[in-house]
């Protein structure tokens, strides 16, 4: 026996180093792979949320312009109204005149 092995007679201590190190490297790689997969499912669930609220807040949008709009419809339509009775009533005011000058 030499002088090196007769200090050491256990198995290669590199060995299960070597071995210890693949297995830290796999799990590392586990564990980056499992975090990639992670952030992308993160990801598509953080656009999927931002495009429903994008599209939440158009339809709201566009009902507050359809509300707007049919108020300012609304609005016209009384404004016309009274206009026509105002009309009206000038007519019956001029007919009134008419009447009481005969």
Same mark, same amino acid.
């Not at 952030?39 to 994008?54: F, V």
């Not at 049919?70 to 009775?85: C, T, V």
């Given at each position: 026996?030499?002088?090196?092995?007769?200090?050491? !007679? #256990? +198995?290669? +201590?590199?060995?299960?180093?070597?071995?210890?190190?693949?297995?830290?490297?796999?799990?590392?790689?586990?564990? !980056?792979?499992?975090?990639?997969?992670?952030?992308? %499912?993160?990801?598509?669930?953080?656009?999927?949320?931002?495009?429903?609220?994008?599209?939440?807040?158009?339809? %709201?949008?566009?009902?507050?312009?359809?509300?707007?709009?049919?108020?300012?419809?609304?609005?016209? %339509?009384?404004?016309?109204?009274?206009?026509?009775? #105002?009309?009206?009533?000038?007519?019956?005011?001029?007919? $009134?005149? $008419?009447?009481?000058?005969?």
């Amino acid at each position: 026996m030499s002088y090196w092995s007769s200090l050491y !007679t #256990g +198995p290669c +201590p590199l060995r299960g180093l070597v071995k210890s190190q693949n297995n830290t490297v796999g799990e590392q790689h586990r564990a !980056t792979v499992q975090m990639a997969a992670a952030i992308i %499912e993160y990801k598509k669930t953080e656009a999927e949320r931002r495009s429903s609220e994008e599209e939440k807040r158009r339809r %709201e949008e566009e009902e507050e312009e359809e509300e707007e709009e049919e108020e300012e419809e609304q609005e016209e %339509e009384e404004e016309e109204e009274e206009e026509e009775e #105002g009309e009206g009533k000038a007519k019956v005011e001029l007919l $009134d005149k $008419d009447v009481t000058r005969l």
